[in-house]
Each structure stands twice: as structure tokens, then as C-alpha cells.
């Protein structure tokens, strides 16, 4: 059985057709926890709904703890040998249960399943990541979404989201997690679009975006965390980053500085 976690918080607008991608899968041997993480809106009203139609939903209220400490709940509550993650505004499509835990079925040497994703939304794209990645790339940045298939044993009491990062750092962090454990298992990418990620203006890798100092913090938190890692992977890799950073600061200034802008529109001009 596969137990598809879904954190919530008011997401009443989105929730719904959430669940209902759920309900629609060709594998039908799952189950659908919705944690509610205190939620303000009418989530509580339309998941119940839902929940009273189909036995396989179920609904889950925690007091607002972020979305760390309710993909835990997840985590905790769930029965399922595989655990897929999912968030309250996105959807999956119709045959990624299926193609997902074939592929964990039939290679025992496989941590997890992973794929692009449709991008819909305020702007609409595909992503296109790459079909391997070591550990010292997951290092780097992340490599994957969150929407992943894993074993509930692999993750085992000890691999959790850490609620100390937030801003959409902890699924990388929890995904540094579970490969550093396992560095000899595969990282399988699906050749299907398992999910749609939606975006919009509450999306959290937008707010990261336009956030650099918050984005410097969740990446110096996971970096102390995993120091020894990075310490045995890289070489003086704090001063490369330092390094880059340096640079990118100075071309922002340089970017917005008087003298570009009207450089800028002069050249535009004449295009």
C-alpha cells in the first residue's frame, strides 16, 4: 500500500482537487492522509466531505507547527510500505502510484523514484531535472521535488523533516537525509510526469526567490548541519560559496545601478 501524505494550510481553494488526483489513480491500494496543520479556512469542511465518500481519506488536525512537523504526522501515521509526498496545492496524474511502486517492485537495489513535473499555474513550464545525481550534487542543491516514492522502512524512526529550516529547504534537507543513508542505493528518475506543481503567489519557492537573506540562512543551517559531509566531499567548499556570492552581489549592484538602467533602455531602443 502506498500512503500519500498531504500537508495542509489553508488551502481550501486547492485542496480538493488535490485529494481528488488521489482517488483517481490506476493503483488503487492506498491510502490519503490530509494533516490539517490548524488551518483557519474551510479545509477541515471540504476534507471531511471527502473523507466520508472514500474510507481511504483520511483527515488529521495538528495545531499550526509548520509543514515539517505535518509531513511527520505523515510519517508517523501512515501504514503503507511506500510513503509519497505530496503537497496541498499540487496534483498528481493518473498512472504515478502505479508506474512509481512498479519500479520499487522490481528493483530492490532503488531508494526512491522521482520525475519531472508540470509547472501550472501563474506561469506554465516543465521541468527538466537531471536523470542521475550523486550525493555531492544533492549537496550542491536539491535535485529532486518533494513528490517522491520511498519505503516507509528506509526512512525508518530517525530520517525526518527538520522544522529549524524552512522556506522550502527542508525537503532538500530531508532528502540529504535518506541518500547520505543510503549512498549505494539507486535514485530512479521515472520517465512519466508524476505530478503538476502548481504555482502561485503563496507558493514558498517564489517567496524564497525574492528572500536572499533567508535563502543564505536555511543553506548555512544545512551546511553546519551536514558538515561532515560536506567536509569530506568537497575542498574549501565555504570559500567557493563565499566566492560566488561575492560576485553575484556585486553584478546585482551593478544591475541596478543608474548608469545600467538607462544603458539599458538606450540599447533596447535601437534593437
Not at 550542491?140 to 530517525?158: A, E, P, S, Y
Request: charged content about 25%; proline content about 1%; aromatic content about 12%.
Amino acid at each position: 500500500m502506498v500512503s500519500v501524505i498531504i500537508p495542509t494550510y489553508n488551502n481550501a481553494m486547492y485542496i480538493q482537487e488535490c485529494i481528488q488526483s488521489v482517488t483517481t489513480q490506476s493503483y488503487t491500494d492506498w491510502e490519503c492522509l490530509i494533516i490539517d496543520d490548524g488551518s483557519t479556512d474551510e479545509t477541515a469542511v471540504l476534507v471531511k466531505e471527502m473523507t466520508a465518500a472514500d474510507n481511504r481519506i483520511k483527515y488529521i488536525h495538528q495545531e499550526n507547527s509548520g509543514v515539517s512537523a505535518a509531513r511527520n504526522k505523515g510519517i508517523g501515521d501512515a501504514s503503507g510500505e511506500y510513503l509519497l509526498f505530496l503537497d496541498g496545492d499540487d496534483t498528481l496524474n493518473p498512472l504515478a502510484l502505479e508506474k512509481m511502486t512498479a519500479i520499487l517492485e522490481n528493483n530492490s537495489d532503488a531508494l526512491l523514484v522521482y520525475s519531472d513535473a508540470a509547472i501550472f499555474g501563474i506561469s506554465q513550464n516543465y521541468s527538466h531535472l537531471h536523470d542521475t545525481f550523486t550525493l555531492s550534487d544533492l549537496l550542491k542543491q536539491n535535485q529532486m521535488f518533494i513528490t517522491n516514492l520511498v519505503r516507509r522502512k528506509d526512512i525508518g524512526d530517525k530520517i525526518r523533516f527538520d522544522s529549524n529550516i524552512s522556506s522550502a529547504y527542508e525537503d532538500w534537507e530531508f532528502w540529504i537525509q535518506l541518500v547520505a543513508a543510503y549512498p549505494e542505493k539507486k535514485k530512479i528518475k521515472i520517465d512519466y510526469c508524476v505530478f503538476n506543481y502548481r504555482k502561485h503567489g503563496n507558493s514558498n519557492m517564489l517567496k524564497l526567490k525574492s528572500e536572499s537573506e533567508k535563502r543564505k540562512k536555511a543553506f548555512d543551517y544545512v551546511y553546519m548541519k551536514h558538515k561532515n559531509l560536506y567536509d569530506n566531499l568537497f575542498t574549501d567548499y565555504i570559500t567557493t560559496m563565499n566566492r560566488k556570492d561575492f560576485y553575484e552581489q556585486k553584478l546585482d549592484k551593478i544591475y541596478s545601478s543608474l548608469p545600467y538602467r538607462i544603458y539599458s533602455k538606450i540599447v533596447s531602443f535601437f534593437k
